[in-house]
């Protein structure tokens, strides 16, 4: 016969509530009591799926590198997305950042979620923690084995990109990337390399270059470009004529370098970004990007906790399921040499920056 609450709470001493409580990690109880009645569980085989909650509180968990929405606001989208689909529902959301020194389980004690909203990037240690804690959880712009997910195209808004350049004629297309670890920078990096394959064209691997990891993600991106014309130049071979960066703050950094080292956009090297932040569109020149609609990444996100609550396919440690994909577009603007929708100076010369807002 299969191990019930009551016989966790016989065995460890406590009411069938506290036992409730501990196993759905809600506040409460000192942290003595729940390790213990945890502990007690486990040794009886108890099978914490049982317990059924329905889902009302939900928290966002944002790693702290991705905070910093002034420089790189995607996230503030797909949270405004999440936080719309949560009061369409009568959910309560919240949101936490969270990095590897930070005590995730405490925070999330203090936030008591019933589900997990997992945004962008972060560490293998702490997805093990939410693993653990038996919540239904989805990834959003991530992806990992046991974890639902919603992710963008990415393979495909590479691909956009890419044939993009390569119908401008523009064949020595460098990648600017940031960490491999990160699931949407690398499926760019593979559709980078793919659209060279499909288009039948030889790929030179020095042409794909990574950000040095510890910097700012701009001024990260601006040293890769540094970096690609420095060596050009010491090789005396062509710069690269066209740019592909892994997301539109990347690719307007890059910009600002080729722009103080007197290069002409798009006449000497062409840029295209990824994510259609505000920026892309009011820059000088506007950046040609991959545009998807972040809000629907947040909204995917909640309606995937609410398909599967606890104990179903949306619960953490079960199999892994298949990505859900939200679709991309390519939106072609002057830094790659189409026609923008807003003019531009005839005098390029006399653009020696980027004006961002």
């Known amino acids: 016969m299969a191990t019930t609450i009551r016989d966790v709470a016989r065995a460890a001493s406590v ?17 003595a009591t729940r390790v213990r009645v945890v ?23 944002l790693h702290r590198q991705h905070n910093n929405f002034a420089v790189s606001p995607f996230f503030s989208h797909v949270l405004n997305g999440f936080e719309e689909a949560c009061r369409e529902r009568r959910l309560v959301p919240s949101v936490l950042t969270a990095g590897p020194t930070q005590d995730l389980a405490q ?6 979620p019933d589900a997990i909203a997992v945004a962008g990037f972060v560490e293998p240690e702490l997805l093990a923690h939410l693993h653990s804690l038996a919540r239904p959880t989805v990834l959003i712009d991530l992806r990992a ?26 064949r020595r ?12 920078i690398a499926q760019r990096a ?30 990260a991106a601006a040293d890769a470009m540094e970096r690609l014309i420095a060596d050009a130049r010491a090789q005396s071979s062509p710069l690269p004529d066209a740019v592909f960066a892994y997301n539109d703050a990347a690719a307007l950094a890059a910009m600002r370098v080729c722009f103080a080292h007197g290069l002409r956009v798009p006449e000497d090297v062409a840029f ?18 991959v545009t998807v609609d972040k809000e629907a990444l947040g909204r995917r996100g909640v309606e995937l906790l609410l398909e599967d609550q606890a104990g179903q396919a949306g619960h953490a440690g079960t199999p892994a399921q298949a990505d859900t994909l939200v679709a991309v577009n390519f939106i072609a603007r002057a830094s790659s040499g189409a026609r923008s929708d807003t003019k531009l100076d005839e005098k390029r010369e006399e653009n020696q920056d980027i004006r961002t807002p």
């Open 272 to 289: 295209v970004g990824f994510d259609d932040i505000p920026a892309a569109a009011q820059s000088t020149p506007p950046l040609s990007t």
């Open 190 to 219: 593979l559709g980078y390399r793919k659209a060279y394959f499909d288009a039948g064209l030889l790929f030179d691997p020095t042409l794909e270059i990574m950000t040095q990891p510890g910097l700012p993600a701009d001024l």
């Open 39 to 61: 502990e007690v569980a486990q040794q009886l085989g108890y099978d914490s799926g049982q317990l059924r909650t329905r889902i009302r509180r939900v928290t966002f968990l």
């Open 145 to 170: 084995p046991g974890f639902r997910s919603v992710n963008i195209d990415n393979v495909k808004g590479a691909s956009l990109a890419m044939q993009h350049l390569f119908a401008s004629g523009r």
């Open 173 to 184: 297309v460098a990648f600017i990337g940031g960490s491999l670890a990160h699931h949407s």
């Open 15 to 31: 009411s069938i509530g506290t036992v409730s409580r501990a196993l759905k990690n809600q506040p409460g109880l000192s942290e």
């Open 107 to 112: 925070q999330m004690r203090l936030h008591a």
